[in-house]
């Protein structure tokens, strides 16, 4: 949600241009400020940004988006496992990446894909995987067995018109070499069926470029966190579309909630992820609800359709409001990171934030925007101070010291 | 004294509710922040705070409160001793406890029973104690000998109406396992000297509650800090009546001062205070002037004798600005942490802090309260980063670097 000015927008960002009376509504009520979701200047990802908001440590916590977002797809994570994001893509004949997203392939191409590269066996009998799409070309891949490691480079070359990588050793160790082995032999393997998948073949025939290979990148394992229930003693509960949301959720032991019509797109369903919520928040302590739409506009530079999308979060957003106890429940918004429509990337500028609730400390900033917060009660804060703030206003959190 | 906006006071905090022109005037001349005592959210006790305004890392050297609690009350405390913070309480006969303060017992009171429980003798002849009576029914022990550990729990259960715990090893350690004994056997045997003591017999007639038990509980070490001489190359003195932030000053290498009708109460003498701050300034660099009073009002869910108390603070700090040089003197305000007047608990909310000082950048704000203070040119501070500010102003700071 959060940008840079932009001159189209007569050097407003998306949304301070945006029509917002409900956020504008919890910034008058509460208290605001802004916040570096990581550290000042430091771009986050989707899955770093949003472990840190609750209040885990990422710097020290996070080691690679695999894990993650293997566990949001579904896929049981072990400590040991060693895990990568995958995209379904499309190369030419010599290897040269055509499109990192096949087309933005639609979810029940990629379910059969991936079911068909399921039967894989690779030579090492020990070594098992496993592979699973998640939304359009992301798909999430898991390598379980002895003496993996997570030092092995990606094959996913990050961008068009130039050759996919042989994954190599990033260290020494014989696990490095063999992981990247096994890596390799996978990925060859996955060319193989995937070229030959009568799929593709009909996706030709349609017009479509084929999904004829999987890029992987980003090797990790599951952060070594503890769940927000024990920090806390809270239930929390996850809205989420997006795998990588819900994988970072699931890390911090929270409930996934399954929305129809929630799809982590523009197209999301934005009133029944608001009806979740206030149904959600009945049962349970916390609700985290996420909306991934914002960030898939900035990323294809689309600054029209970014303000829309403010618009509509805001319409989704005063649904909370008007249903929730306003006497017992606190409310914060945020952004998990500045995207920004220009470079179309992540940025590291900080973030909004306001918090309105019974007990706050209420300042007089008017809008919820970059700027407007910027002047509010809470200063400058970390992403990974929100989460302790929050469960201090419901009385959750332990003192330190006597 | 920080707190947040309540109902009563029009959503007014009692810092803002009440008349106060001296700390008022402290902020027009100075410059002003916010300041989380330990982190964003995280409650911190008395000890934590005032180590952590002081200027340590509390969550690397903190280990409990019976250490320091037990050097503010004089006993001079080891490296390798374990110190329990304990209360004089009452007990009915099957170990209930009846009341945690033994009905606020009168410190004469309190002095002649932990006379008679120090002639105490234990069976292990190279295991020594020392039990020492605070303020009323709190109290200080410390078990000394070779292979002690703090891994023990409490056997102060926390409230009335439940028995008393017996202290169990928290590890599988033989040192954990004896210190659990010594203390059990410690329990036992004061239990019993009270029980018959004449002084309880005495009570019982007047109709006051037997201290007929001592709770016991956070064993800790002394935190292994530098005093602020050596740090900083002052001499530091402290000034306040709570055993708990005399033996944080201690710690710290600060001298205490004894000052007559200082009590840590709310019927402290703020004035006596005061005119000891303005003579310490005389001879030392550094003076800490503690008033815990508006705690105890906190605690207890009196709002409007908070207020009150804050102005009486107000009037003491009119003695200091008054009777110092300010062309050579700095002088900061703030408080240890935010205590809600409704929660009636440490709460982890930010508290306002105001320098004034021949050099300070001074800002536009003009009132000492919490929301007034953060829109100052502070901005949001860490604890520990207060005393660097201070040292630095006063030039005693070292640079990092060449």
Known sequence: MADRPIKELNWKTPLEAARKPSLNQIAKMGICGIMDPIAPGVPPGSDTATLALLGYDVLKVYSGRGAIEAIGSGINVSPSDVAFRCNFATVNENLVVLDRRAGRIADEDAVKLAESLQKIRLQKPSV????????????????????????????????????????????????????????????????????????????????????????????????????????????????????????????????????????????????????????????????????????????????????????????????????????????????????????????????????????????DVEEFDERSCAKGGLNRIRGMDLTPILMNLIGKTRKFGA
């Open 128 to 363: 098992k995987f496993l592979f699973k799409n998640t939304i359009q070309h992301r798909a999430a891949l898991v390598v379980r067995g002895q003496k993996l490691s997570t030092a092995v480079s990606d094959s996913d070359p990050g961008k068009v018109g130039v050759r996919v990588l042989e994954i190599k050793p990033l260290d020494e160790s014989p696990e490095a070499r063999l992981t990247a082995k096994i890596l390799n032999e996978l990925m060859h393997k996955f060319s193989k069926v995937l070229k030959d998948h009568p799929l593709n073949k009909k996706r030709a025939r349609r017009g479509l470029p084929q999904a004829n290979i999987i890029l992987c990148r980003g090797a990790g394992t599951i952060p070594n966190t503890k769940p927000l229930s024990e920090l806390y003693d809270i239930n929390a509960v996850c809205i989420a579309a997006t795998s990588l949301i819900r994988g970072v959720c699931k890390v911090a032991g929270m409930k996934l909630v399954d929305i129809k019509g929630a799809t982590g797109t523009p197209q999301t369903n934005f009133v029944a992820k608001a009806k979740s919520t206030v149904q959600a928040l009945k049962a349970c302590d916390f609700v985290l609800l996420h909306v991934k739409a914002t960030d898939v506009a900035s990323h294809d530079g689309n600054i029209k359709q970014k303000v829309e999308l403010i618009e509509k979060i805001d319409h989704m957003i005063g649904y909370v409001l008007d249903n929730i106890d306003p006497v017992s429940t606190y409310l914060a918004v945020t952004a998990d990171h500045t995207t920004s429509s220009i470079t179309q990337n992540h940025e590291g500028d900080p973030v909004p934030v306001a918090i309105t609730g019974p007990y706050v400390r209420r300042d």
